[in-house]
């Protein structure tokens, strides 16, 4: 069988350790140097890039995230073992985990981490489509005769690259179409290479639950499981028109991904119509402060994603669900269209308390979408807002400072809850 090892990139046929260097991190399958679509996901992206930054975090539980009356942004894997998830109170999360050290996000340094990973990608194919700053699918097909290697190895030595020349870990997924890569990615995590191929498709997926299928909430599983759907197995006991009829269009889709089938092509073209953070609740909340917490958060990470796709948008989106499941969404047009936090904040608040007690709620979410040019963004002199040029140096300041001296040279107030 074919063998590649993760360590020294050396390929061979047969089992056992590398013949080379004697690694056990080598991965086999019988298509290994047969297939090209790629998915690649960075290991707790955020908490590696603190643990890189100091070292003193290595071995120690990290949650990123506001204070004590704040809510889990990502944890590392240490801290995830004891059941530390993203969205997270951190007073739960605390209690979980009381011996983690919490750090408030660096979105520049996670920017400047993801944008050094995109290049050494861009190196490999000029197919990159991103999906946030730690992962993106990536199509490396015909190009095994520029590189002289097979897709497979360039992508252990695009994760080795990543290690030793920026200090992150990431695991790879690699398959005949996305649905798939993205699934194999997150079998074998951290520092995993996992493979799904063509042969083995429809045996893999028959016993998973259907949860795998990117977009299936927890929404979606209930109403899949009202009409015995919980595995793909269930599904592929359904037709396509019966699906159909009950789901919609969904249904159709569903009956293809049962079949490991996924047309959707890989493209560095795709154009972005909005960026946007929501979570799911663990558990219903009209708590002021975790969901104030969760606003302040979700801003952050938009206006890191403007930031780092160099793109600012004009509409702000605050979107609720109830515990009820009625969906509250709305928007509001700005002067300029902005890729900063504060402003997206703002914003955001402002339209939360429009909304008044319609809680509690299962559901929260913020984006900025009608997109621009970063280069159209927070102009200065809005006479609809005369600070905003202010505050927008502030924000670009103390993004600096952070950066120069540390996450606490500068904390908001907000931030603490």
Request: proline content about 5%.
């Amino acid at each position: 069988m074919q063998a590649l090892c993760r360590d020294c990139l050396t390929t061979f046929e047969g089992a056992g350790r590398c013949p080379q260097c004697r690694s056990p991190r080598v991965t086999r399958h019988p298509e290994l140097f047969d297939l090209s679509i790629a998915h690649m996901d960075c290991d707790a992206f955020y908490a590696s890039v603190e643990k890189r930054d100091n070292p003193e975090l290595a071995d120690k539980p990290v949650i990123i995230g506001g204070g004590r009356r704040g809510v889990v942004s990502t944890a590392c894997y240490v801290a995830r073992i004891k059941g530390v998830k993203s969205a997270m109170p951190m007073f739960q999360a605390l209690k979980l985990c009381p011996d983690a050290v919490v750090v408030r996000p660096r979105f520049d340094a996670y920017v400047t981490a993801s944008k050094a990973i995109r290049a050494l990608m861009d190196e490999l194919t000029p197919v990159v489509e991103p999906l946030s700053l730690d992962e993106a699918f990536m199509d490396l097909t015909g190009t095994a005769r520029l590189h002289g290697h097979p897709p497979a190895v360039m992508l252990a030595r695009l994760v080795k690259r990543m290690k030793v020349e920026i200090g992150l870990s990431g695991s790879i997924g690699l398959s005949h179409n996305k649905f798939l890569a993205k699934v194999a990615s997150d079998l074998d995590k951290p520092r995993g290479f996992s493979i799904i191929g063509k042969a083995e498709t429809t045996e893999f997926l028959r016993p998973k639950p259907v949860r795998l299928i990117w977009g299936i909430g927890a929404v979606a599983q209930e109403n899949l499981a009202s009409a015995g759907i919980r595995t793909f197995d269930d599904l592929l006991r359904w037709d396509r028109r019966d699906l159909h009829d009950r789901f919609g269009g969904m249904g159709e889709r569903l009956y293809a991904l049962a079949r490991g089938e996924d047309g959707r092509r890989i493209s560095s073209h795709t154009p972005v119509k909005g960026l946007s953070n929501e979570t799911t609740f663990h558990e219903d909340t009209n708590d002021p402060d975790i969901l104030d917490g969760h606003l302040w958060r979700m801003s952050e990470k938009v206006s890191s994603r403007a930031k780092a796709t160099d793109k600012a948008g004009r509409v702000v989106t605050l979107k609720l669900k109830s515990s009820k499941f009625k969906l509250i969404t709305k928007r509001q047009s700005l002067y300029h269209p902005t890729q900063l936090a504060d402003v997206i904040y703002r914003t955001a608040r402002g339209l939360f308390d429009q909304v008044g007690d319609k809680g509690p709620y299962r559901l929260l979410g913020v984006g900025i979408s009608d997109l621009a040019s970063a280069a159209e963004a927070d102009r200065e002199g809005d006479l609809l807002d005369p600070d905003a040029g202010k505050r927008a140096k502030a924000e670009q300041a103390a993004d600096k400072i952070r950066e120069k001296f540390g996450q606490e040279a500068i904390i908001k107030g907000r931030a603490l809850r």
